[in-house]
């Protein structure tokens, strides 16, 4: 069974960063796709970034070149490095992964691929104020 928690949220000034962590029990980062995703209440879960267990990695426009996402496949841990955070951060930040058996990432856009995630943590929230 695939267990994703994730930390690190809170509250930071505008510019500031923040790193979460996402730790997962069940499942191999070798063949899985991992991924942030985050959520504002009221509206559609928006794909953050995705990571394959080759380190390609895709983003969301609106946050490229200001995250970081990453793995440490020993600690089965996929990070978050966000940094100049806007308060249009300000969002429930969540943890997915989804089974490829060759750990590549779905080819779809960061609106519609949250719709090939499997697996689900249950949030940590992040909030930026200005």
């Known amino acids: 069974q695939v267990q994703l928690v994730e930390s690190g949220g809170g509250s930071v000034q505008a510019g500031g960063s923040l790193r979460l962590s996402c730790v997962g029990s069940?499942?191999?980062?070798?063949?899985?796709?991992m991924g942030w995703f985050r959520q504002i209440p009221g509206n559609e879960r928006e794909g953050v970034a995705t990571?394959?267990?080759?380190?390609?990695?895709t983003y969301a426009d609106s946050v490229a070149g200001r995250f970081t996402i990453s793995q440490d496949n020993a600690k089965n841990t996929v990070f978050l490095q966000m940094a100049s955070l806007t308060p249009e951060d300000t969002a429930m930040y969540f943890c997915?992964?989804?089974?490829?058996?060759?750990?590549?990432?779905?080819?779809?856009?960061?609106?519609?691929?949250?719709?090939?995630?499997?697996?689900w943590g249950q949030g940590t929230q992040v909030t930026v104020s200005s």
């Open positions: 997915a992964a989804v089974f490829d058996p060759w750990g590549r990432c779905p080819t779809a856009d960061m609106v519609t691929v949250k719709d090939w995630f499997r697996h």
């Open positions: 069940g499942v191999i980062y070798s063949n899985h796709c």
């Open positions: 990571i394959g267990s080759n380190g390609g990695t």
